[in-house]
């Protein structure tokens, strides 16, 4: 069965900084691996996956996710925070050899200081 | 292009009602996903069209929920009758069919809050 875990209820960071959000991974077969965030009172909006060949990937507002296979993880980081990017981050896995079927896990609140 | 869109935004129902909420995937996409996030946990799946029909509806929690999409366009989601445990934001998404396991992402509407009294 798919699952997806996000250990941190929330992560606060300075503006300026380096953030990661993780999450870890389940799936029998191959992962498709995607974020989300979501502002509030809105959808999910698309940031970034992984399908298949390099280990990092980039997405929109300059976000980045490093899949890592030994590990199960994929990582959403960025190198310098802005106070705009404070929302909710889903991380969320569907197994790409069979099924359409998304799984996200519980969401990160990430909150950047000024 | 017009994004996935949901009706209504909030609804508030007595526990025994019915709600019934409707869901208009983006134009052309085959893939309809019905999704329900209770306060603080994850994002749990319902069901899953392909077009009119039911691909997967492994989520549905019982009997109480009955999905429909017609005629492949728009979906609703009833719930008869409603219970407490039954509150929470139910999300639509949409996404194109590329083929195989498909790699498209999800396309979000911004949610229905339901709530149950």
Redesign the interface.
Known sequence: AQS?AQPE?QVNVAEGNPLTVKCTYSVSGNP?L?W?VQYP??????LL?Y?TGDNLVKGSYGFEAEFNKSQTSFHLKKPSALVSDSALY?CAV??????????????TRLFVKA | EA??TQFPSHSVIEKGQTVTLRCDPISGHD?L?W?RRVM??????LL?F?KESK??E?GMPNNRFLAERTGGTYSTLKVQPAELEDSGVY?C?SSTHTGG???S???????TRLTVT
């Open positions: 997806v209820d498709y995607f989300y009172n809105r959808g999910l909006q698309f996956k399908i889903f569907r197994d790409g050899t069979g099924g359409f079927k998304t799984i996200f896990g519980a969401g | 994004g996935v893939n996903y999704y603080g946990k994850e994002i749990k799946f899953h392909v691909q997967d492994s999300f998404a396991a498909g790699n992402p999800l396309h979000f509407g911004n949610g």
